[in-house]
Structure formats: C-alpha cells, structure tokens
T-cell receptor, first 112, second 114 residues
Framework: DTGVSQNPRHKITKRGQNVTFRCDPI?????LYWYRQTLGQGPEFLTY????????KSRLLSDRFSAERPKGSFSTLEIQRTEQGDSAMYLC??????????FGPGTRLLVL | SQKIEQNSEALNIQEGKTATLTCNYTNYSPAYLQWYRQDPGRGPVFLLL?????KEKRKERLKVTFDTTLKQSLFHITASQPADSATYLC?????????????FGKGTHLIIQP
C-alpha cells in the first residue's frame, strides 16, 4: 500500500513528557500537512510543508510544538512538555499540486 | 472569524432514500470546497471537490452543489446503503489562492438504517 502512513498509531504518555510522531507521505507528494482532531470536531490545521520548507503555521501550534521535514520526505511532529489538553488525534496528509489531500490513519495521543 | 456549520446532530435516513447533508460557512471566500468521509478511528477519505465557479459535481451516487452567494454546499447520497454510515466532513480551501491547510466543519454523523 502506498498511502500515507503514520507511526505510532497510539501513544499514551504522562503529562510533562515529550512525544514524537512520524508521518510518511505518499511518494513524490511535495506537500505535507499536519492536523489535530479532538472528539466531535473536525480536523484543525496545524502546519504545512512544501518539500522541506515549513511554509505556514497555525496559531494553534504553540511553542511546545515543532515539526520538521528534513529531506522533503517523511515528517516528524514533536510535542514537548505534554499537557492533558494535547490529547487528540494527530493527522498527517499529503498532496501534489492538487487540492485533494490524502490523509493517514492518524496517531491517537492520550496524555495522563 | 471563519465559521463552518454542518448538520449539528446525527442524521438518520432509511436505506434506499436520499441523504442530504448541509454545509454553511461565513467570513470565508474559498476557491474550492471538498467533502470527506471519516470512519471511527480513521483518517478522512476524500470524496468530491467542487470549485467556486462550479454549481454541481457528481460521482456515482454522490452529488454536491455549491452556492457561493448563499455560502452553502449540499451533499447528496442517493440510494443510500448502511455502508454509507459514517461522519461526513465539509472542508474549505484555497482562500486567496494559497495552498494553506483546509478548514473543516465538525462533520455530520450519518446513519443509514436498514
């Protein structure tokens, strides 16, 4: 399957710990997006890369959040000093120059 | 601030009937609107895209309309089946010609009853 993959699928951590998620986009997709989704809500945009350049960051992305896409392929999203409010599904999507975004299965984070 | 409203409650439809979902938005000038399907615990799956200069799009049993004057899109599933039961998300994008992330509504939980 050449779809978007995300790892881990589930993560449970204690408040104050750091976590890192990985997203592998569809091969040759140059745009990669991160979203956060809480229960009963739609996905909320966090940040977006074109190749290795981070071009847009939402105001939702606090200083504790950092994302990278070092070689323009996979991306990582790190959350430092996690808080209970960070508990959510973190979704990654990729696309070429078209508007259609292809989403991965998400990483579900639970902060205790 | 930008706001997207979808049917706020679950929508129950009898199998075989047409399901119609509504997406209304304010304070937004999208270049396009998309509909996604999301099953529990999974990522959204793209269904249809309609651009600001288009009135209607069809794909198999799906139809979407887009009225930029009313700031509304309607999403129709004809001959509905229990397998169509899912949450359907409306998403806006392309404002100002940018490639920024999509703005999603909360979704409508559709239940097709046999």
């Amino acid at each position: 399957d050449t779809g978007v993959s995300q790892n881990p699928r589930h993560k449970i951590t204690k408040r104050g710990q750091n976590v890192t998620f990985r997203c592998d986009p569809i091969s040759e997709h140059n745009r990669l997006y991160w979203y956060r989704q809480t229960l009963g809500q739609g996905p909320e945009f966090l940040t977006y890369f074109q190749n290795e350049a981070q071009l847009e960051k939402s105001r939702l992305l606090s200083d504790r959040f950092s994302a990278e896409r070092p070689k323009g392929s996979f991306s990582t999203l790190e959350i430092q000093r996690t808080e209970q409010g960070d508990s959510a599904m973190y979704l990654c999507a990729s696309t070429t120059g078209t508007e259609t975004q292809y989403f991965g299965p998400g990483t579900r984070l639970l902060v205790l | 601030s930008q706001k997207i409203e979808q049917n706020s409650e679950a929508l129950n439809i009898q199998e075989g009937k047409t399901a119609t979902l509504t997406c209304n938005y304010t304070n937004y000038s999208p270049a396009y609107l998309q509909w996604y399907r999301q099953d529990p615990g999974r990522g959204p799956v793209f269904l249809l895209l309609i651009r600001e200069n288009e009135k209607e799009k069809r794909k198999e049993r799906l139809k979407v309309t887009f009225d930029t004057t009313l700031k509304q899109s309607l999403f129709h599933i004809t001959a509905s089946q229990p397998a169509d039961s899912a949450t359907y998300l409306c998403a806006l994008g392309g404002e100002g010609g940018g490639a920024d992330g999509l703005t999603f509504g909360k979704g409508t939980h559709l239940i097709i009853q046999p």
